[in-house]
């Protein structure tokens, strides 16, 4: 009876939370939220996709900056993305390597082709981090009129996004900036600078992944003077739902007034304390976003370390080929937070109690050079990852979470690619794209 209730009851009674929502498990930031706030457009109340009132008001005080204009997106920055790309007009985009699945949805919805910019790989996560711009030559951005940047990347890693809007801006190429894991970006000092303060043209955040607001409660931010403004208007209301939540605004007001109050004076305390307990057991990595941490153990392959943890019911964001990134709660006064069962238990937790010399290296396996996002068409076949190479791929495979392509559809699959996916599947790591083993690729 009741799968779906019955497993959340059970789990949420008993997990510690290091990973999204950013309200981790309702004990972050005191959510107001009752069942009797699950309302619809009554009298009284607004209308989300024409909003003149309550919701309208609302927004309003969202504004992060003076040349912005801000809205609810209540499915998530997906919406947000998706609604951005629709709204493009030309043939051509570019994009990071290391866009999140939603946006290669999006160019395909649209229709649209990309180039994939030169995307190099950071040292200490071995993720794609930022934009090789020596590689980039200035002929293929021609017909391009939007660029899409991830900022920051899952793993809390940041690089210059001043330089970059700049150097698009120059190219006459407006930039839209997917910072779904930075809403919190700019809450005390110490955290990094949202992209907002430089100009970009369009901003998504998940207010949902950091800050404590409700699942798929997110924020764009609009640029005045951004030429797809209107069109973007349209199309959220095209691909949002038409019952908007307000259980999901709501929270997103409470998010942003917690966002704009906050006092990080307990969440640097606690972060220490939680850094010294887990350096006992494991390697601390600490990212440019102090709200991410990475563990590693020489030896240990993330997902058994990942498991490890949950034995004493902490959860974990996700598990890589070798390590663990944590998102840590934005601890404040009078929260919730187990912090004392946390403590306790990582204290019990013994690195030793599992096989070492699992950890794969996943070193150096990323292509860094610029390319292209153009789904060839074509007759498709079922086939094994080993049959797949040389053909072009139908569907992008992506490793989930972090949910970021490895193979982008219609690439060609390469020895390469097959090695670092096999190690994938060996670690139990979901690869979206493949079922059984198998990838569709196109003939
Ligand atoms: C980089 C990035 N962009 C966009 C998204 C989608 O965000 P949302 O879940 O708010 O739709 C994610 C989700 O994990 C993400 O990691």
């Known amino acids: 009876m009741n799968p779906i209730t019955t497993q959340l009851n059970y789990y949420t009674s008993r997990a510690i939370s290091l990973h999204v929502p950013g309200h981790h498990n309702g004990t972050i930031g005191n959510l107001d939220i009752k069942l009797s706030y699950d309302m619809t457009e009554i009298t009284g ?18 504004t992060r900056h003076s040349d912005y204009q801000s809205r609810y997106l209540v499915n998530g920055t997906t919406t947000g993305l998706l609604s951005v790309l629709q709204s493009v007009k030309s043939s051509s985009v570019a994009v990071m390597r290391n866009v999140h699945k939603s946006v290669f949805n999006g160019l395909t919805m649209a229709g649209l082709k990309a180039y994939i910019l030169p995307t190099t790989v950071s040292t200490v996560s071995q993720q794609y981090a930022g934009i090789d711009f020596s590689m980039i030559n200035k002929k293929d951005l021609e017909e391009v009129t939007l660029a899409v940047l991830t900022y920051p990347n899952y793993f809390g890693e ?24 930075g809403a919190h970006f700019d809450i005390a000092a110490g955290f990094p600078v949202s992209s907002i303060h430089y100009g970009a043209d369009y901003v998504v955040q998940s207010y949902h992944k950091t800050l404590p607001a409700l699942t798929m409660g997110s924020v764009i931010h609009i640029h005045h003077q951004a030429s797809l403004k209107n069109n973007i208007r349209r199309y959220l209301s095209i691909l949002q739902t038409s019952s908007p939540s307000y259980l999901v605004l709501s929270s997103l007001e409470q998010a942003h007034a917690f966002y704009v109050n906050y006092d990080a004076a307990n969440f640097w305390q606690k972060r220490s304390i939680l850094i010294q307990q887990l350096s ?5 990595v600490e990212m440019d976003d102090p709200l991410k941490l990475m563990i590693r153990k020489d030896s240990y392959s993330g997902t058994a370390l990942q498991s490890l943890l949950e034995k004493q019911f902490i959860y974990t964001e996700l598990a890589t080929l070798s390590e ?6 934005l601890w404040h006064e009078g929260d919730h937070f187990p912090m004392d069962r946390l403590l306790t238990a990582i204290k019990k937790t013994d690195v030793t109690d599992i096989p070492a010399n699992n950890m794969i290296q996943a070193k150096n396996t990323l292509p860094t050079s610029p390319g292209y996002f153009n789904p060839v068409e074509g007759e498709e076949r079922i086939v094994s990852l080993v049959e797949g190479i040389g053909y072009y791929t139908a569907q992008s495979l992506i490793p989930y979470p972090p949910g970021i392509p490895f193979v982008v559809a219609g690439e060609r699959l390469t020895e390469g690619h097959v090695t670092v996916l096999q190690k994938y599947v060996g670690q139990g790591i979901r690869i979206h794209g493949m079922i059984d083993g198998k990838i569709t690729i196109v003939e």
């Open 45 to 62: 109340l607004d209308d989300y996709h024409h909003a003149e009132t309550i919701i309208a008001d609302s927004e309003r005080l969202l």
């Open 158 to 181: 940041t690089y210059d996004i001043k330089t970059a809007i700049e150097f698009f801006h120059d190219c006459d190429i407006e930039v839209l900036v997917d910072e779904a894991h």
């Open 280 to 284: 006992h057991q494991v390697d601390v």
């Open 324 to 329: 663990v990134l944590l998102v840590l709660p």
